[in-house]
């Protein structure tokens, strides 16, 4: 077993939630819960980084950003860039999450442009990919998301992928309260790293993180942070609340 080899990552996506004074609030909360060996970061809306960063200047927590373009500046009316993200300092973003994808009308491909953009801007990716109900009614899981995690990372090196996260989220699974049981996740989670494998050898593929997420809460982390191939969680819900998130990063240092 090589989980050793990974620090797991719990992220929060606070999605279209909290004004910047609501946000420095929550991560003044806490600052005092996030200890410990795990990478905790918050995904804060664009307007909220300023002050996200400054909040959490020196702590343990990392900010990241919800989306980023892949252009570096242009026409691109209601976008920002990747070398706007990194003049903020913003260390992580998160890319082609489901919500951008069924509401936005992103696309694997558009999600790779994303992906290139930011490695190039030294950005470090939390990338999403996951299943919907009927691809995965349809018995057809594991050939989307292989296909999603392949297209995203075209022409992603090996020395590059040590600055993604690759971030499985059964889309059924995402706001709806019904989470993937420990052996869902763990079986996608490990088919992905097989993926990696192939693609970039074993060693680079023991090395990196895969988070879980949907409808990861304080109740259910422990026990899907335990699989051997889940490495942290992407939280939505749960991590509004600082004594939620807290627990989850609690689980993921036990
Ligand atoms: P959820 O969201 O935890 O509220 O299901 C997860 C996500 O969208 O990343």
């Known amino acids: 077993m090589n989980k050793q080899l990974r620090t797991p990552v719990i992220a929060g996506n606070w999605k279209m939630n909290n004004t910047p004074a ?6 003044a909360q806490l600052i005092p819960l996030a200890q410990g060996e795990a990478t905790v970061v918050a995904a804060v809306p664009f307007i909220d980084l300023p002050t996200a960063l400054e909040a959490a200047k020196g702590t343990n927590i990392a900010i990241a950003a919800q989306n980023v373009h892949w252009a570096e500046s242009g026409a691109f009316t209601g976008e920002v860039s990747a070398q706007m ?3 903020l300092g913003v260390p992580y973003v998160v890319i082609g999450h489901s919500e951008r994808r069924q509401y936005f009308g992103e ?12 490695l190039n801007a030294g950005l ?18 594991a050939e ?6 392949e297209i995203a990372l075209a ?3 090996a020395d590059e992928l040590s600055n993604v996260i690759l971030a499985y989220e059964p889309v059924w699974a995402i706001g709806t309260g019904e989470t993937a049981t ?7 989670c490990a088919l992905l790293r097989a993926l990696l494998a192939r693609l970039y050898g074993q060693d680079a593929a023991d090395r990196t993180v895969i988070q879980y997420g949907g409808s990861m809460n304080d109740a259910n982390a422990a026990e899907l942070l335990a699989q051997p191939d889940v490495d942290g969680g992407l939280i939505g819900g749960a991590s509004l609340v600082a004594e939620k998130f807290a627990a ?7």
């Open 107 to 118: 696309t694997d491909v558009t999600v790779q442009q994303r992906v290139r953009a930011a």
């Open 124 to 141: 470090k990716v939390i990338l999403c990919i996951g299943e919907v109900l009927s691809e995965r009614k349809l018995g057809i899981t």
């Open 144 to 149: 989307i998301v292989r296909a999603q995690t």
């Open 85 to 87: 993200l990194q003049a």
């Open 155 to 157: 022409g992603v090196s």
């Open 248 to 254: 989850i990063i609690a689980a993921a240092n036990a």
């Open 22 to 27: 609501q946000t420095a609030a929550l991560i």
């Open 182 to 188: 420990p052996a869902q996740a763990n079986e996608v």
